[in-house]
């Protein structure tokens, strides 16, 4: 799981349609991930499960004019995106509790490993005020958070076990064992760059 700045820029407005319609864009645009806790649209089936996030509200009058502002729309995961809901306590500002704007606060500098094992912490004000608000480390996101880790431990080791099958004895048949795991892990890695469907298949009449 990993933050990243996500790049907004007012000549990506769409010229037709609503927020609602530009869910594929906005997706691409997040990196297909929550933008809060960082999770993969694809762990929860596809984008069509996932929430067009209006970071300033637009249940707040004073956001009103930004409901279909394209710099205003990022992608979050159902869980977020209810524990934000209209929730607002203040613009941006890492001194307060606020919610950094994603496209100029970078969250991987301002989230860190936490206390207890795969939980984060914030290292200023308004990061802290995003992890408990939004429960940043409920217990689906310490799983996946584990489960990265593991994979990538898994990943290396392989690799150093690859590299060690070529020197020892029975080398054909080594290479070819490690050849069919290594078929596997590829197959099963792919998951994470597979969406289940598209949103026209699942809307067309």
């Known amino acids: ?18 927020y609602s319609d530009w869910k594929p864009q906005i997706s691409d645009e997040c990196y297909n991930q929550c933008v809060y806790c960082s999770i993969h649209e694809n762990r ?18 004073a956001f009103k004019h ?12 159902p869980v977020c995106n209810r524990f934000k809901s209209d929730d607002w306590p203040s613009d941006p500002d890492l001194d307060k ?15 860190r490993p936490g206390v207890s094992l795969y939980s984060i912490s914030g290292t200023c004000v308004s990061a802290t005020y995003v992890i408990e608000r939004l429960y940043l480390n409920r217990p689906q996101l310490i799983y996946e958070r584990r489960e990265s880790e593991l994979r990538n431990k ?9 590299e060690l099958a070529g020197k020892i004895n029975e080398k054909d048949l ?6 069919v795991i290594a078929a596997i892990k590829t197959h099963l890695s792919a998951r994470e ?13």
């Open 1 to 18: 799981m990993t933050y990243r700045l996500i790049h907004k820029n007012p000549s990506t407005q769409p010229k037709t349609g609503v």
């Open 44 to 61: 929860w089936g596809g984008l069509d499960n996932f929430h067009v996030e209006h970071f300033r509200p637009k249940s707040i009058a």
């Open 66 to 77: 930004l409901v279909n502002d394209i710099c205003n729309l990022f992608l979050a995961c």
């Open 97 to 111: 509790p606020s919610y950094p704007d994603p496209s100029i606060t970078d969250y991987s500098k301002i989230f």
């Open 154 to 162: 898994e990943l290396n080791l392989f690799k150093e076990v690859f």
């Open 174 to 179: 080594t290479i070819r064992t490690f050849t």
């Open 193 to 205: 760059n597979i969406n289940p469907y598209k949103l026209a298949e699942i809307r067309r009449q």
